[in-house]
């Protein structure tokens, strides 16, 4: 099935875009001329990305190799984290068009990423795009991250599932479909022999490339650090900092009571610290508002609309950290409880 062009997509994101931002754009006189040239794809620069993030992975199993011991296996646990992160933001790029000019290219680049993440670009791009278009509602395939409205203690609770790996297969399951018409946000709970088999089949590119990355690790350091430091946190603790991210990026403040579908569309940016940068954030994806205004914008000008927009004048919702925000959610919680007691 032949995709949408990435006009196509923009537009059709764009309009879940609420009147208020659109308004704001308008009376700031923003400059759309500026926004094209921003949206103009740099092959240099994600080659770039590519092998930055390609040397990224080779460089855990040779580091360990080199240097074993407690600190490196930390250290090389971290840098798997910022891995998967720089990979899931090429996949994310390419979802949008914005990898390469060549919309095949474009395409076989972005599933190789996605391939090491252990899942296909073509059942991520479909997640993907549902969740811009339908944030924080029902049809939010992202609510696998938490609803909007759930509290840290919730939070706290659905991180031990991420830790067990629940989450990493209910993720998946959403990933091994590839049919918009049929597309469910909860597809485990209606399993089939059928949606099993089809699952195994689009799933054999990952496996192929996974054998390869087992093979990599073998004979660099030994086969079982492919398990202690890639399928480990790749399963575990790269969920949990998703759903990090995603509370951050997309729950509501509380005390928060949206009265319509365009209420829900809450999105933030994070002025995230170096250290959440380099491994929960890399390649842009703390400029998460500006991603969800502006979708078909590579993730390497994303800081020149946060610029440009606050030059206009134009809003930019931001928080102060991802942890930051965990932290001033968990008072702001206390301080609601207690104004309750008193009343």
């Not at 914005?98 to 972005?110: D, K, P, Y």
């Not at 479909?126 to 395939?141: G, K």
């Not at 609803?147 to 031990?160: K, N």
């Not at 380099?278 to 993730?299: C, D, K, N, R, T």
Request: aromatic share 12%.
């Amino acid at each position: 099935m032949e995709e949408p062009t990435t006009a196509d997509i923009d537009s059709a994101l764009r309009s879940e875009v609420p009147a208020r931002y659109r308004d704001a754009l308008a009376k700031a006189d923003f400059p759309l001329d500026k926004l094209r040239e921003l949206g103009r794809i740099r092959p240099g620069r994600i080659s770039a990305d590519l092998l930055l993030t390609a040397c990224s992975l080779a460089a855990v199993p040779l580091a360990y190799a080199a240097v074993p011991g407690p600190l490196m296996f930390v250290i090389c646990f971290t840098l798997s984290l910022r891995s998967f992160n720089c990979l899931a933001q090429l996949v994310h790029t390419s979802d949008h068009g914005g990898l390469f000019r060549s919309a095949r290219l474009n395409r076989i680049v972005g599933n190789v990423c996605a391939y090491c993440l252990g899942y296909t670009r073509t059942g991520h791009r479909l997640t993907h795009l549902n969740h811009h278009l339908y944030l924080n509602t029902e049809r939010d395939p992202d609510r696998i991250w938490g609803a909007p409205d759930q509290s840290t203690r919730a939070l706290f609770r659905m991180w031990l599932r991420d830790f067990f790996a629940l989450s990493a297969a209910e993720r998946l399951l959403q990933y091994s479909q590839s049919d918009r018409k049929t597309f469910s946000v909860a597809p485990w709970k209606q399993l089939t022999p059928g949606f099993l088999a089809h699952g195994l089949f689009v799933m054999l590119p990952v496996l192929v490339t996974h054998g390869l990355i087992l093979a990599f690790y073998a004979v660099a350091v030994g086969p079982v650090f492919y398990f202690a430091l890639y399928v480990l946190p790749i399963l575990t603790i790269y969920p949990a900092q998703i759903r990090l991210r995603s509370t951050v990026e997309h729950s509501f403040d509380v005390g928060y009571r949206p009265l319509t579908r365009q209420d829900r569309w809450v999105s933030r940016s994070t002025a995230a610290n170096l250290i959440e940068r380099f491994v929960f954030s890399p390649f842009g994806i703390h400029h998460h508002f500006e991603h969800h205004l502006f979708p078909a914008i590579p993730h390497y000008n994303l800081g020149r609309v946060h610029r440009l927009l606050l030059e206009r004048g134009v809003p930019v919702p931001i928080t102060r950290g991802y942890l930051a925000f965990v932290l001033e959610k968990i008072r702001a919680e206390r301080l609601a409880v207690a104004a309750t007691e008193l009343t």
